[in-house]
């Protein structure tokens, strides 16, 4: 999650060549950026484009929204991971709504379950995402947003896990060995130890 976060600071940054020439031209302004153990690049818009490059200069862009039509909402992405061989967006739908989406390769992509019990009720998640990260040592995506929301989704879509932390939101979470460091609003900060 640290590259993924360096990355983001470097594109956004004015004299960063990716964001003077090297990305495609896109409808939406970038929002994430991760790259993966396998070294491919990814990187989300606000306007539901997914860009996919395996070397940093030669990206691919696929939208979403236009290619999804009729069978998804339109999305504006905040998010995006890469991990244990597959990459998941977030981000909100028109209604406002979390959805996330999770493929294989960046071509075909396929709804992720939100749902999670809590003191013995399903619920379903419906948060503003800050941000994504996988975690190889649980082989999980992480989900962090507001409400101070830190939502785990291992590979079991029945099995994904709530917990709340006390601050707004919660921004990130970098895996640091057998740690993860969570950072939220106010410069809240807390270890996790796994």
Not at 10 to 30: M, Q, W
Not at 68 to 92: E, H, I, N, Q, T
Not at 121 to 141: C, G, H, I, K, N
Request: proline content about 4%.
């Amino acid at each position: 999650m640290f590259r993924c976060l360096v990355i983001l600071a470097f594109l956004l940054s004015t004299s960063c060549p990716a964001a003077t020439g090297y990305l495609p031209e896109t409808a939406g302004t970038l929002q994430a950026v991760c790259e993966g153990p396998d070294g491919v690049q990814w990187a989300v818009t606000d306007a539901g484009e997914i860009l996919r490059s395996a070397d940093g200069a030669a990206w691919t862009v696929f939208d979403f929204n236009t290619q999804y039509a009729g069978f998804y909402p339109k999305m504006s992405w905040r998010a995006v991971a890469a991990g244990g061989g597959s990459v998941m967006v977030a981000g909100l739908d028109t209604d406002g709504h979390l959805a996330v989406y999770t493929s294989s390769r960046g071509s075909v992509w396929s709804a992720r379950a939100l749902e999670y019990t809590e003191a013995g009720e399903r619920s379903v998640l419906d948060v503003t995402p800050s941000s994504l990260s996988y975690d190889p040592l649980r082989d999980s995506f992480f989900l962090c947003g507001s409400g101070g929301t830190l939502f785990e989704m291992p590979g079991c879509s029945h099995c994904n896990r709530l917990t709340r932390y006390p601050v707004d939101t919660l921004y990130v979470r970098l895996q640091a060995g057998f740690n993860a460091l969570l950072l939220g609003s106010g410069g809240w900060r807390y270890v996790d130890q796994l």
